[in-house]
């Protein structure tokens, strides 16, 4: 019943949208031994949180573009939704600074 | 018309909302009644004198109609029959329409004699968790929990396929205004006025809500002309929608509420055209939540009786049915309402025994109209008793003591056959609480509100607690205004119609009247007090451990009646105040809903999509047997003229197929392929990463085999892709994955690796495929390009060329699947079904055939090549003898965790070819490989079967691809498959995966 504003298409409806997962995981640069860690941390580690979330859907029966969104997982609320590059909770944080 | 009435022995010579000239016939258990247009089934069976219409759930007593209305417990029916036959249904809520045919529910033989009554005798041994604690630990527990379902429950289900139609609509508002009472209308009218786009539901065939159930006067008129007025106004408003029928069940995420339109209920069967319900999903800006309150009973002993029932309900029954309840009738009270009742029934004739009110005081301004009626009134008196098996007959009051737990002085018995007992109003706070709302408890009503906001939808009237007329008339006026002005719109006016109701006085509370014998306090589920009790002295103090340890509240009527009491018992229970307690979660939906409207069309074909290839007409027309492949239909092998579907043509066909392509020419349709065209200046470098093996040396014009592995090194996908031109490739994947490499690709273009400049457009649905193999394969494409050389040298095993065959642009891929010289041909969807009908033209020369997925899927395991059930997503490159595809000089997905140390282990399975030693056993796909048969388990899993084909037409015996543990491959050579489901094993010799031409020198010539 989600409505999801998509940063190309305007707010559709969450029935167009594949949730894909966390968007705060960025792929490792290098693949040599010395960053084991992070590369464990990239393909198995996810946070469950409750609150806010910062999360990838594809916009599958739309643009394909995949959007991040910033969610509050106990409310379901969507604060901000924006390109995958966009820090969005520092833009949240931003936003609240100018109010 | 006369003749009818006269059959109607409770109902009154006039007054109430029903069309007396409209006579209508209908059948409960067999026998035949007749009620009017305008009844529910519970009022027309009382206007005929039914008092018995079920029995209980678990003690099998007798039962008989408890509310007016969405919260009967008791009188469930079954309704209709046949296809339509649905059980479970609430006589309260079902209109009578003509030949209604209605049972009884829970009952053997008969209503009147019902063996299992014995369970209320057998009833001090069937408390709360009874079955369980004596059953469970026994042995065969499976074979008594037959006989306890059996005894204990609902009507039973059709098993026929539903005939009926059901829809879906998705609709927008502004204002969604749920319940259409005098809140509801009253917020309508100013929503309306304000120029707001306005949704109003209600679940009754009329607006008026309890305005239909009472004697109220609305500037000094009948209330129903100022609700016809208001209906007129709003009817004649272009932004406005009323909904009747229609059921508000739940409240979801984005202020969307869902809806179920009963729109053909109310006949005998839908009209030609109707379906017969329809689901609204409706996303509003703004929600008013005027869905009312209910009424609920107090606990006492055998409150259940046939003849006692909700004062309100006793009410609405002599307002708006003109049925008389009973004839002579017990008040029971605690609250103002129940004088309401006094007087109604008083007015319509009823002899009103006595008003039995718990309170010291009797309110002041009801005492003129008590002596106007000659009714008297008993205070600080309850019920404790009640009398009369089938039905009630009388009923035993008695004086309560100051701490209200004991009863004071002699106790006396009046003859009653009505009990109406009120024991103060529940609002309706679900939808409420399905927003995500937490109720509070007030004291002044003795029931939970609203609290905090959650969505935007907002209570008014009596579901926000507001129980006098005047107070929800305005309520719903300045919550529309509120919400107008939220929305820029100016405000609108209205005038609300003065009233002539009493002022309320505050509810004293009383849960429970101290007695002997069994106190209901849920009646669909059975559950009394001394199972809350029970619950307490065991531990299950909790309201949401009491509600699962007693089935309290878990009926289908959710427990309208029944939650507040039972939490209310615990409270007091645990001497604590009820706030403390707390209420369960009320979850969707607010009522019982069919499934058939939440599926709507989307049902047999419409479930899902059918996905049909370009050449799909003509394998019909020409024997082709169809296979799913997700959601496409392939031709799995294609029968003759002279054959009938059956298991050995089926064989034949196959093994004529495989022969024709070993040893001339096939051509199979491989349209269902994943087709993904891929443009940009950094494309050769983005396949380097998305493939195991290096790509940036493929030059144009030519094809390479790769495999995808997932993040995590294990394989995910294969296939080829070609280079069209210096920044355009042209990658296929399997059928299974299509979708799925896409949105990989994707997730990398555009969340990991942004700046590379790639774009992947899928073009599955945009080309027909059709593969033409077999040593004769070059004759045909030949004559198919008579002015293009296609010899070896020309045109080499992995060659790639566009060219134009009869004027259509075509692609041609001398790639091979089935282990023969092969050639893949593209071509715009369009022009499909003409080049396959040319390319067996031009091949009847060399006999061609058509083969299906059969005949592909046993050449590819003749071949070893691996497909879908090898790439089952736990298998790595080196499992599948594909290590050399896996580059050591650059970084691609998987390339760091595929050197795990799991990953990496000499023991893991790898594939292998398996041959049974009698050359003839069927060996089942999915067979677990193990050392000996015959040991008893557990039995070490050496490996399983992946892939089998019964038959290998090339080879002459079964041949089938597997998994063998590295160690076992080095030690032995025979190995058992075992099917323990299948009572099956069979001995296996362990072979090379490549069955058939392992230099592969077939697909180089």
Redesign the interface.
């Given at each position: 019943?989600?409505?999801i504003n998509c940063p190309l298409c305007g707010p559709r409806d969450h029935a167009e949208f594949?949730y894909?997962g966390d968007?705060t995981k960025?792929?490792?640069k290098?693949?040599d031994s010395s960053n084991d860690n992070a590369?464990y941390d990239?393909?198995?580690l996810r946070d469950n949180p409750k609150g806010l979330h910062e999360e990838?859907w594809?916009h599958?029966f739309g643009c394909?573009?995949?959007v991040k969104v910033l969610r509050n997982t106990l409310?379901?609320e969507i604060i901000a939704t924006g390109m995958?590059?966009d820090n969005l909770i520092l833009k949240e944080k931003g936003l609240e600074l100018n109010v | 018309m006369f003749r009818f009435q006269s059959r109607q022995q409770q109902r009154l010579d006039d007054g109430g909302q029903i069309n007396r000239l409209a006579p209508i016939n209908f059948t409960f258990d067999g026998k035949k009644f007749i009620g009017f247009e305008g009844d529910t089934l519970a009022s027309a069976l009382l206007a005929n004198g039914v008092r018995l219409v079920g029995r209980s759930f678990k003690y099998h007593r007798p039962r008989g109609i408890y509310s007016a209305g969405i919260e009967e417990p008791n009188a469930l029916v079954a309704l209709r029959s046949g296809d339509r036959h649905e059980p479970n249904t609430r006589a309260t809520a079902i209109e009578l329409f003509p030949g209604l045919e209605a049972k009884s529910q829970n009952r053997w033989p008969n209503l009147l004699l019902d063996y299992l009554q014995i369970n209320n005798l057998l009833s001090p041994f069937l408390s709360a968790g009874f079955y369980y604690k004596t059953f469970m630990g026994l042995p065969g527990w499976h074979f008594y929990e037959y006989f306890i379902r059996k005894a204990a429950g609902m009507g039973d289900g059709t098993k026929f396929k539903d005939p009926d139609k059901y829809d879906k609509k998705h609709v927008h508002c502004d204002i969604l205004i749920v319940g259409g009472g005098p809140t509801g209308i009253s917020a309508a009218v100013t929503a309306g006025r304000a120029g707001a786009r306005v949704i109003l539901v209600d679940n009754h065939p009329k607006l008026g809500g309890q305005l239909n159930g009472e004697r109220y006067f609305l500037d000094k008129k009948p209330a129903h002309h100022w609700v016809e007025q208001c209906v007129e106004e709003l009817d004649g408003l272009e932004n406005v929608t009323i909904a009747t029928r229609t059921s508000a069940f739940g409240y979801?995420?984005?202020d969307?509420v869902n809806a179920i339109e009963s729109v053909s209920d109310h006949l005998p069967e839908p009209l030609g055209y109707q379906c017969r319900q329809r689901l609204w999903q409706i996303?509003a800006k703004k929600v008013i939540l005027a869905t009312g309150a209910t009424e609920r009973p107090i606990v006492f002993s055998n409150n259940d009786r046939p003849g006692i029932m909700l004062a309100s309900a006793a009410r609405r029954y002599v307002n708006q049915y003109a049925v008389k309840p009973g004839k002579k009738a017990v008040i029971f009270t605690n609250n103002d309402d129940g004088y309401k009742t006094a007087f109604d029934l008083a007015r319509s004739g009823i002899e009103v025994v006595a008003v039995v009110d718990s309170r010291k005081n009797i309110p002041e301004h009801f005492e003129k109209e008590l002596n106007e009626k000659d009714i008297e009134v008993i205070a600080s008196s309850v019920v404790i008793d009640t009398y009369g098996y089938f039905g009630l007959n009388s009923v035993k009051i008695g004086t309560l003591s100051h701490n209200g737990k004991t009863i004071e002085s002699n106790p006396y018995i009046v003859s009653a056959d009505l009990l109406a007992v009120s024991g103060g109003w529940s609002p309706n706070v679900h939808l409420y609480c399905h927003s995500?709302g937490k109720p509070v408890y007030n004291d002044s009503i003795e029931a939970f509100v609203p609290g905090e906001l959650?969505q935007n939808g907002h209570s008014a009237g009596a579901s926000r607690g507001s129980f006098s007329l005047t107070d929800c008339l305005q309520e719903g006026h300045n919550i529309a205004n509120t919400m107008a002005e939220a929305l820029d719109l100016e405000v609108a006016e209205q005038i609300i119609p003065e009233t002539n109701e009493n002022t309320i006085v505050p509810i004293e509370a009383l849960w429970r009247v101290p007695g002997k014998g069994k106190k209901f306090v849920d009646l669909q589920d059975d559950v009394t007090e001394s199972d809350i009790t029970l619950a307490h002295r065991e531990g299950y103090v909790s309201v949401e451990h009491l509600k699962r340890y007693t089935t309290l509240g878990m009926g289908t009527d959710q427990g309208k009646t029944s939650n507040l009491n039972g939490q209310a018992i615990m409270a007091q229970e645990k001497s604590e105040p009820i706030e403390k307690i707390g209420t369960t979660t009320f979850r969707p939906p607010y009522t019982p809903i069919a499934l058939g409207p939440l599926a709507g069309r989307d049902i047999g074909l419409s479930y899902k999509h059918t996905r049909r290839s370009a050449m799909h007409n003509w394998h019909k027309q020409h024997g082709a047997i169809f296979v799913e492949a997700g959601q496409w239909l392939r031709p799995q092998y294609y029968l003759n003229e002279m054959e009938q579907p059956s298991k050995e043509n089926m064989d034949k066909a196959i093994s004529r197929e495989v022969q024709t392509v070993r040893t001339s020419v096939g051509l199979v349709d491989v349209s269902t392929l994943g087709k993904i065209d891929i443009q940009g200046k950094d494309s050769a470098e983005f396949l380097n990463r998305v493939y195991t093996n290096g790509w940036t040396k493929l030059p144009i014009g030519k094809a390479r085999y790769g495999i995808m592995l997932r993040?995590?090194g294990l394989v995910f996908d294969d296939g080829t892709t070609s280079r069209l031109d210096e920044c355009h490739y042209f990658m296929t994947t399997t059928t299974s994955n299509a979708a799925a490499v896409l949105?990989h690709m994707?997730?990398y273009l555009?969340?990991?690796w942004?700046k590379l400049d790639v774009k992947v457009t899928s073009v599955t649905e945009q080309w027909a495929a059709m593969a033409l193999a077999g040593p004769k394969s070059r004759n045909v494409l030949s004559k198919l390009l008579p002015t293009i050389n296609v010899d070896n040298e020309s045109f080499p095993f992995m060659g790639v060329r566009e060219v134009d065959i009869e004027g259509v642009p075509a692609r041609i891929f001398r790639i091979s699947f089935s282990g023969e010289l092969s050639y893949e041909i593209n071509v715009p969807a369009d022009f499909g079904e003409f080049i396959w009908q040319r390319i067996l033209e031009v091949g009847k020369a060399y006999s061609i055939r058509p083969y299906g997925t059969e005949a592909m899927g046993i050449m590819r395991i003749e071949k070893g090549h691996v497909a879908g059930p090898e790439l089952d997503g736990r298998t790595t490159a080196t499992d599948l003898g594909l290590q050399k595809l896996l580059s050591s000089k650059k970084?691609f997905i998987g390339?760091?965790?595929m050197h795990r140390e799991g990953l990496k282990d000499e023991n893991r399975p790898r594939l292998v070819g398996l041959v049974p030693v009698d050359k003839k056993s069927r060996v089942k796909s999915g067979a677990i490989l193990v050392k000996d048969p015959t040991l008893a388990p557990p039995v070490p899993k050496l490996g399983h079967v992946s892939s089998s084909a019964y038959l290998s037409p090339t080879l002459g015996h079964p041949i089938s691809l597997g998994f063998v543990s590295g160690n076992i491959i080095e030690t032995t050579k025979k190995i058992w498959a075992v099917s323990p489901l299948h009572n099956e094993s069979h001995e296996l010799e362990i072979t090379d995966p490549v069955f058939y031409d392992q230099k592969s020198e077939r697909l180089h010539d």
């Open positions: 019943m989600l409505i594949t894909v968007a960025n792929r490792p290098n693949g590369w990239f393909v198995y990838l594809q599958s394909r573009c995949f409310t379901h995958p590059k | 979801y995420d984005s969307v996303r995500g959650s993040e995590d949105s994707e997730y555009q969340v990991q942004p970084d390339s760091k965790m």
